[in-house]
């Protein structure tokens, strides 16, 4: 079964303290693994696509890699403005014409000034 | 406005009444995704429209769901005869073409009482 775990379910930081947040997966072809970002009362918002093992995306503070089991969304001197729900999404390979999206249940990060 | 657009934002109803919840993607989006997001949990896939059709309903819990798209734009999400697990927020997305970028709406939260 294609399924999403996140580790932790919630992270507190100090500003400025890094850390990194997992997302293990199994999928019998992955199309594409995402992360997403979620403020209290909004939707996610999209953060990176990773397609294949190896391959590492970054964005300000936030960079994203990817095995062949797990990703991992590293947070470098966290401000807190980056306090938020994280989500994993996996997107499978096969199941016909579907597009649909598998994501876990999120890791809330607090950044403590 | 340049996102998706989602009313009402805060739906409270009582068990055994009609429901409908509607989302305006942005414009020129072919791709539109219906999600369900209970508390404490990440997004639940519901259905994926590409054009007017349905290309994949596998995510409706039970016939009480319906979604229909009639004119490739906006679309509707009915539930009948609601009950109160149904209480959820619902969130809608919509993406270019086929990929896991989607841009999802802030919402529309349901309560059954």
């Known amino acids: 079964e294609d399924q999403v775990t996140q580790s932790p379910e919630a992270l507190r930081l100090q500003e400025g303290e890094s850390s990194s947040l997992n997302c293990s997966y199994t999928?019998?072809?992955?199309?594409?693994l995402f992360w997403y970002r979620q403020d209290p009362g909004k939707g996610p918002e999209f953060l990176f696509t990773l397609y294949s093992a190896g391959e590492e995306k970054e964005k300000e503070r936030l960079k994203a890699t990817l095995t062949k089991k797990e990703s991992f969304l590293h947070i470098t001197a966290p401000k807190p403005e980056d306090s938020a729900t994280y989500l994993c999404?996996?997107?499978?390979?096969?199941?016909?014409?579907?597009?649909?999206?598998?994501f876990g249940t999120g890791t809330l990060l607090a950044v403590q000034p | 406005g340049a996102g998706v657009s989602q009313t009402p934002s805060n739906k409270v109803t009582e068990k055994g009444k009609y429901v409908e919840l509607r989302c305006d993607p942005i414009?020129?989006?072919?791709?539109l995704y219906w999600y369900r997001q209970s508390l404490g949990q990440g997004p639940e896939f519901l259905i994926y429209?590409?054009?007017?059709?349905?290309?994949?309903d596998s995510g409706l819990p039970n016939d009480r769901f319906f979604a229909v798209r009639p004119e490739g734009s906006v679309s509707t999400l009915k539930i009948q005869r609601t009950e109160r697990g149904d209480s959820a927020v619902y969130l809608c997305a919509s993406s270019v073409l086929e990929t896991g970028e989607l841009f999802f709406g802030e919402g529309s939260r349901l309560t059954v009482l």
């Open positions: 999928v019998s072809g992955l199309r594409g």
């Open positions: 414009s020129g989006h072919t791709a």
């Open positions: 999404a996996i997107r499978p390979l096969f199941g016909g014409a579907t597009n649909k999206l598998i």
């Open positions: 429209f590409q054009g007017t059709g349905a290309a994949d």
